[in-house]
């Protein structure tokens, strides 16, 4: 049996229409300020991170606990980025309550150590804001 042309073009606008509606599935699924993050840490961009946190946040790194400014943590960030460039990541989890509050779990590899890093965000003033940020 001869496959027509025809028949290799249904087949392959299937397979578009199929890969179209799984990305844009996706896209609903993980909000951008989530993806912004993500790429933030690829590049060890400290700026392109804290662009998203609030006026304060609670910052966990190295095991310091500690509610700092948006420009301290840009500052403590950059350092980390420093000692342990980010070779890898991905997102783990997500989830939230679906009202005002969510969360995003990255994993890392860094040219040291594997790291979590959980992020909590709050609806603030209509705009999506890290409240906290913390890596185990």
């Known amino acids: 049996m001869r496959i027509s042309k025809q028949d290799n073009i249904k087949k392959l606008m299937k397979y578009v229409f199929s890969l179209t509606v799984v990305s844009m599935l996706f896209s609903f699924q993980i909000p951008k300020v989530y993806s912004n993050i993500l790429e933030g840490l690829k590049k060890n961009d400290s700026k392109a991170v804290v662009k ?4 304060t946040v609670n910052l966990s790194l190295n ?3 500690r509610i700092s400014t948006k ?6 960030l950059n350092n ?5 460039p980010i070779n890898t990541i991905k997102i783990v ?7 005002s509050t969510s969360y995003v779990v990255y994993g890392i ?18 705009e999506t804001t ?3 940020f913390k890596m185990y």
């Not at 590899?109 to 209509?126: A, C, D, L, R, Y």
């Open 80 to 84: 980390f980025f420093k000692e342990y």
């Open 109 to 126: 590899k860094t040219i040291k150590e594997n790291f979590q890093i959980v992020v909590k965000f709050m609806e603030i003033k209509g």
């Open 130 to 132: 890290v409240v906290e």
């Open 93 to 99: 989890s997500n989830g939230g309550n679906g009202q």
């Open 71 to 76: 420009f301290q943590s840009e500052l403590i």
């Open 52 to 55: 998203y946190f609030g006026s």
């Open 63 to 65: 095991g310091q606990d």
